[in-house]
């Protein structure tokens, strides 16, 4: 390593001196600039011998090189050289290293210097351009060339370097996965591993820089490492690009991610891996104007039925998943239930038309007439029980099915070539994706049914799902009726690296409803009733929002039709 320590003591007289004069030393007898004449006469002459001394200071002397001999492998004797050396007059100054084969290595290169009483110091270890030097004799050459257009002046002295720790540090196994990600906190790719091995002690960094090498941000290490920060032994950095602390992630784009090790005798060994971020952003989302509800008193056995808008306030999007507005609960379940068996298909053109079905796993053969969102709505899927008196799980078993279909418009039948059809399971998740031929033909060739285990409407990390509770129920589900932020027909398609998913885009505002039917008592007869937009297990975005007070009785019930 290297160092310069410069010495803040200045004599009195420099090459450009400066003399400032107080008020109380001027009289009535003074020159024109206020200065008594026998003491500016005085002033003057001082000033012409200080000017002479300093014209006739030697420029560059007092080179010293202690000891003249190292041996920099980091056991704590002749480590390190202590090379100090004189400057008399304004210079720029050039300290070079010389080995025995005429190789030249520059430790300081036409760094400008002020003269000074004392020494400038350099603490040289060895090390130049992040790597020891070879073991061998060198010649130490510092060179001055002064300001005011002079001769250079060039000291020389001898430096021995042997036994030099020339290994830099090991960076084994530096890996980053996945090399893209999507930190946006829906719970897909929104992390990264970055992993490596230290085989010996030494501090690290790591950092986030431009495909050009700027600095865009540090990277830590995670506490849950096996190692603590800088020791032997493996290490795991947990990325987030600052999402789950509320910060913006960096923008959308192609970034390296680059360690940097450096061991106490100062060699340094560097590595990177390319890293992509994409749909990066903090997910934000609001519950908008008043919630209607179908009723304020209700008779056992009825449903009651909420009305609600929503809105993407952020600039991200938002997964979310089933099951779709509209779907109608019992009371005494939760969301922790199965969903039907089959598929959900969506596909949107360029134009805004818009077409969305739920297919059995059987159907084989499928129509999707797409059509403009404004005027009549477009039809979303109907789910089984979304207007039944029931919820029971569908029973069916996991298999592959193939699934073709058309694509036409809902007005003159035409078929649209070049739209992409995606087909979900029916919770809304693993989506994938085919383009329609000339024809307006699809075709899946291997769809995968879930099995029932896995086609559920279960909490999904990430997910955004407008929540209800009351403060009357019975179990201790928090917030057991959840449905999907928006008609399918609202929502879009989003990519993350392993696979596709519903989502709610950047502005958009769409109307969620859904239904609880009250089959069960509940503790009390009156019980308040409140929505929360619900990150799941993140955070509650929104909410509790309009708290109703509601009336549960065995009279007649004031539901509007």
């Given at each position: 390593?290297?160092?310069?320590?410069?010495?803040?003591?200045?004599?009195?007289?420099?090459?450009?001196?400066?003399?400032?004069?107080?008020?109380?030393?001027?009289?009535?007898?003074?020159?024109?600039?206020?200065?008594?004449?026998?003491?500016?006469?005085?002033?003057?002459?001082?000033?012409?011998?200080?000017?002479?001394?300093?014209?006739?200071?030697?420029?560059?002397?007092?080179?010293?090189?202690?000891?003249?001999?190292?041996?920099?492998?980091?056991?704590?004797?002749?480590?390190v050289a202590r090379i100090r050396y004189h400057i008399g007059r304004p210079a720029r100054v050039q300290v070079e290293l010389e080995a025995s084969d005429g190789t030249v290595f520059v430790v300081r290169e036409?760094?400008?210097?002020?003269?000074?009483?004392?020494?400038?110091?350099?603490?040289?270890?060895?090390?130049?351009?992040?790597?020891?030097?070879?073991?061998?004799?060198?010649?130490?050459?510092?060179?001055?060339?002064?300001?005011?257009?002079?001769?250079?002046?060039?000291?020389?002295?001898?430096?021995?370097?042997?036994?030099?720790?020339?290994?830099?540090?090991?960076?084994?196994?530096?890996?980053?996965?996945?090399?893209?990600?999507?930190?946006?906190?829906?719970?897909?790719?929104?992390?990264?591993?970055?992993?490596?091995?230290?085989?010996?002690?030494?501090?690290?960094?790591?950092?986030?820089?431009?495909?050009?090498?700027?600095?865009?941000?540090?990277?830590?290490?995670?506490?849950?490492?096996?190692?603590?920060?800088?020791?032997?032994?493996?290490?795991?950095?947990?990325?987030?690009?600052?999402?789950?602390?509320?910060?913006?992630?960096?923008?959308?784009?192609?970034?390296?991610?680059?360690?940097?090790?450096?061991?106490?005798?100062?060699?340094?060994?560097?590595?990177?891996?390319?890293?992509?971020?994409?749909?990066?952003?903090?997910?934000?989302?609001?519950?908008?104007?008043?919630?209607?509800?179908?009723?304020?008193?209700?008779?056992?056995?009825?449903?009651?039925?909420?009305?609600?808008?929503?809105?993407?306030?952020?600039?991200?999007?938002?997964?979310?998943?089933?099951?779709?507005?509209?779907?109608?609960?019992?009371?005494?379940?939760?969301?922790?239930?199965?969903?039907?068996?089959?598929?959900?298909?969506?596909?949107?053109?360029?134009?805004?038309?818009?077409?969305?079905?739920?297919?059995?796993?059987?159907?084989?053969?499928?129509?999707?007439?797409?059509?403009?969102?404004?005027?009549?709505?477009?039809?979303?899927?109907?789910?089984?029980?979304?207007?039944?008196?029931?919820?029971?799980?569908?029973?069916?078993?996991?298999?592959?099915?193939?699934?073709?279909?058309?694509?036409?418009?809902?007005?003159?039948?035409?078929?649209?070539?070049?739209?992409?059809?995606?087909?979900?399971?029916?919770?809304?998740?693993?989506?994938?994706?085919?383009?329609?031929?000339?024809?307006?033909?699809?075709?899946?060739?291997?769809?995968?049914?879930?099995?029932?285990?896995?086609?559920?409407?279960?909490?999904?990390?990430?997910?955004?799902?407008?929540?209800?509770?009351?403060?009357?129920?019975?179990?201790?589900?928090?917030?057991?009726?959840?449905?999907?932020?928006?008609?399918?027909?609202?929502?879009?398609?989003?990519?993350?690296?392993?696979?596709?998913?519903?989502?709610?885009?950047?502005g958009t505002t769409v109307t969620v409803g859904g239904g609880i039917r009250f089959d069960e008592p509940i503790f009390g007869t009156t019980f308040q009733m409140w929505l929360t937009l619900m990150h799941e297990?993140?955070?509650?975005?929104?909410?509790?929002?309009?708290?109703?007070?509601?009336?549960?009785?065995?009279?007649?019930?004031?539901?509007?039709?």
């Open positions: 390593m290297a160092a310069l320590l410069p010495s803040p003591a200045m004599s009195l007289f420099r090459c450009a001196p400066s003399i400032a004069t107080p008020a109380s030393s001027r009289v009535a007898r003074s020159g024109p600039i206020g200065i008594p004449i026998p003491l500016r006469l005085g002033l003057v002459s001082a000033l012409v011998v200080g000017l002479a001394a300093c014209a006739s200071a030697p420029l560059l002397w007092g080179l010293d090189v202690s000891p003249s001999a190292i041996t920099p492998n980091r056991d704590g004797d002749r480590d036409d760094k400008p210097r002020a003269p000074d009483d004392e020494s400038y110091e350099i603490l040289f270890g060895g090390v130049l351009g992040e790597r020891m030097l070879p073991d061998g004799d060198y010649e130490l050459r510092i060179r001055a060339s002064p300001l005011d257009g002079g001769p250079d002046e060039t000291e020389r002295a001898t430096l021995q370097i042997h036994d030099g720790d020339a290994e830099p540090p090991s960076l084994g196994g530096f890996s980053v996965q996945p090399s893209r990600f999507t930190p946006n906190q829906d719970g897909l790719d929104d992390r990264v591993a970055i992993s490596y091995r230290l085989d010996e002690p030494a501090e690290m960094s790591l950092r986030l820089l431009t495909e050009d090498g700027e600095w865009v941000a540090d990277i830590l290490e995670s506490l849950k490492s096996a190692s603590e920060p800088g020791e032997p032994g493996p290490h795991v950095y947990d990325y987030d690009a600052g999402v789950d602390a509320d910060a913006p992630p960096p923008p959308d784009g192609r970034y390296l991610v680059e360690a940097v090790a450096r061991d106490s005798s100062g060699n340094v060994a560097r590595a990177s891996r390319p890293l992509e971020i994409a749909n990066g952003g903090r997910p934000r989302a609001a519950l908008m104007g008043d919630v209607q509800w179908s009723a304020r008193r209700l008779v056992i056995g009825e449903t009651l039925r909420f009305t609600a808008t929503v809105k993407n306030v952020g600039g991200t999007p938002i997964r979310t998943r089933g099951p779709e507005p509209g779907f109608v609960y019992s009371e005494s379940a939760t969301f922790n239930q199965s969903a039907p068996p089959g598929f959900l298909l969506l596909t949107r053109t360029e134009d805004g038309r818009v077409a969305s079905l739920l297919v059995p796993p059987d159907a084989g053969s499928v129509r999707l007439e797409v059509a403009k969102p404004d005027g009549a709505p477009v039809p979303s899927p109907r789910w089984p029980n979304q207007d039944a008196e029931t919820s029971d799980p569908i029973t069916r078993t996991g298999r592959t099915v193939s699934l073709c279909g058309v694509v036409v418009d809902a007005v003159d039948q035409r078929p649209i070539e070049g739209v992409t059809v995606h087909a979900f399971q029916s919770d809304g998740d693993k989506g994938q994706a085919e383009v329609t031929d000339e024809h307006g033909a699809f075709c899946y060739d291997a769809l995968s049914l879930a099995e029932p285990h896995a086609l559920n409407y279960a909490r999904s990390p990430g997910a955004l799902r407008i929540g209800v509770e009351h403060d009357a129920r019975r179990g201790d589900v928090d917030h057991p009726w959840r449905w999907q932020v928006g008609p399918t027909t609202a929502l879009h398609a989003c990519e993350a690296e392993r696979e596709t998913y519903l989502c709610l885009p950047p297990d993140v955070r509650r975005m929104h909410g509790p929002y309009q708290p109703e007070q509601l009336f549960l009785d065995y009279g007649p019930s004031d539901l509007t039709p």
